[in-house]
T-cell receptor, first 117, second 111 residues
Framework: DSGVTQTPKHLITATGQRVTLRCSPR?????VYWYQQSLDQGLQFLIQ???????AKGNILERFSAQQFPDLHSELNLSSLELGDSALYFC????????????????FGPGTRLLVL | GQQLNQSPQSMFIQEGEDVSMNCTSS?????WLWYKQDPGEGPVLLIA?????ELTSNGRLTAQFGITRKDSFLNISASIPSDVGIYFC???????????FGKGTKLSVKP
């Protein structure tokens, strides 16, 4: 158990809908990262938050957004869903950001499996 | 952008054999991490490396941070059936806060 929790574990929805994925980081971790993993694309970094502020953006679509709340949990919002958005979505957390070394080590949650029909 | 080349893409081995996989980059990395992912689960951290030349073991697993800072390898000794899964290398490039992942090595172990 990495200490990172994600809900829900599974989500089935229809095209055009909007969903929210939730992540709680490990105790003491200030950074939260979101990743998308599909069969043919591997792990793709989406976005990072550090202590409530957006810190880095990866390959995140404009239909997707995220935020990190004062209690440090994070939500990833996916809207106008398309069939191709079906994937595993992982959240990871680390102590800090921008520094080198052990504080940057990321620990992953169990993921949310999204299926868009 | 920065990319990691991980090889081999897949391996089929007999139980008891040793395994070696590696990752290379065209640019310098500050950290190297090795993760294992089981089907439908999140990646689990196996070994983290923070200094060039560092050699670290975790049970039957050994990983090294290459001296050039552009490569890393992971060895698994005396493989067992529960070693089956996908192994990912990942690292932080210079000035990069987000991790870059290799495409994974899928390991199959025949009892």
């Amino acid at each position: 158990d990495s200490g990172v929790t994600q809900t829900p574990k599974h989500l089935i929805t229809a095209t055009g809908q909007r969903v929210t994925l939730r992540c709680s980081p490990r105790s003491g971790d200030l950074s939260v990262y979101w990743y998308q993993q599909s069969l043919d694309q591997g792990l793709q970094f989406l976005i990072q938050y550090y202590n409530g502020e957006e810190r880095a953006k990866g390959n995140i679509l404009e239909r997707f957004s995220a935020q990190q709340f004062p209690d440090l949990h994070s939500e990833l919002n996916l809207s106008s869903l398309e069939l191709g958005d079906s994937a595993l979505y992982f959240c990871a957390s680390s102590v800090a950001t921008g520094a080198m070394g052990i504080q940057e080590t990321q620990y992953f949650g169990p993921g949310t499996r999204l299926l868009v029909l | 952008g920065q990319q990691l080349n991980q090889s081999p893409q897949s391996m089929f081995i007999q139980e008891g054999e040793d395994v070696s996989m590696n990752c290379t980059s065209s640019s310098i990395f500050n950290t190297w991490l090795w993760y294992k992912q089981d089907p439908g689960e999140g990646p689990v951290l196996l070994i983290a490396l923070y200094k060039a030349g560092e050699l670290t073991s975790n049970g039957r697993l050994t990983a090294q941070f290459g001296i050039t800072r552009k490569d890393s390898f992971l060895n698994i000794s005396a493989s067992i059936p529960s070693d089956v899964g996908i192994y990912f290398c990942a690292g932080h490039g210079v000035g990069q806060g987000n991790l870059i992942f290799g495409k994974g090595t899928k390991l199959s172990v025949k009892p």
